[in-house]
């Protein structure tokens, strides 16, 4: 019987490396690695290299930022803080290519939960969009737009966010201070 791609592993341990499967791709191109097995394969790379029954995972961030074909890679990871209560670690995804990821994890030491209450914000008590009526005047006076990515009063479609060579407040086009 035939395995389908459900039951078999994105990535295949080659030594040291991790080669792609051909169902790991990602759906922008049939050559390219999906990016949530990069995020997999960082935080399974930190769980068994630095991971400890005494701490959990309370943050992973993870870049990517190039495009990584299917092509075998490698994960460095480095303990940048290694303390009574937290640990951080660094950790790197390398193709042929050069880098095409990085991660940083922080672990918490576990513990028992401080006597008390948690605290909560109080109850928010507004009315429900369809009771508050149209919307008035925006606090410059200027009344709202009618699209929020329309055109602001006072510029020109596509007219750019700089202001140079337009007039400034006041008279002139020239720098402040008449110069």
């Known amino acids: ?71 075998p890679l490698r994960v460095s990871t480095n303990r940048v803080r290694d303390g009574r209560r937290i640990r951080v670690v ?4 390398t193709a042929e290519q050069g880098p095409v990821g990085r991660a940083s994890a922080v672990l918490l030491r576990r513990g028992e939960q401080p006597p008390g209450e948690v605290w909560a914000p109080p109850v928010w008590d507004m009315p429900p969009p369809e009771r508050l009526g149209p919307p008035g005047a925006a606090p410059n006076g200027r009344g709202a737009p009618e699209h929020p990515w329309g055109a602001h009063p006072g510029r020109e479609a596509g007219g750019g966010g700089g202001g140079a060579g337009r007039p400034r407040p006041g008279g002139g086009g020239g720098p402040p201070g008449g110069g």
Do not use: C, K, Y
């Open 1 to 71: 019987m035939a395995e389908s791609a459900e039951n078999l592993p994105f990535l295949v341990v080659d030594g040291d490396a991790f080669v792609p499967q051909p169902h790991a791709r990602s759906p922008w191109s049939p050559d390219m690695l999906h990016g949530r097995i990069l995020g997999g394969l960082i935080a399974r790379t930190v769980e068994l290299e630095h991971g400890d029954p005494d701490f959990h995972f309370a943050r992973l961030t993870v870049d990517l930022f190039r495009n990584t074909p299917l092509v």
């Open 90 to 93: 660094d950790a790197v995804v």
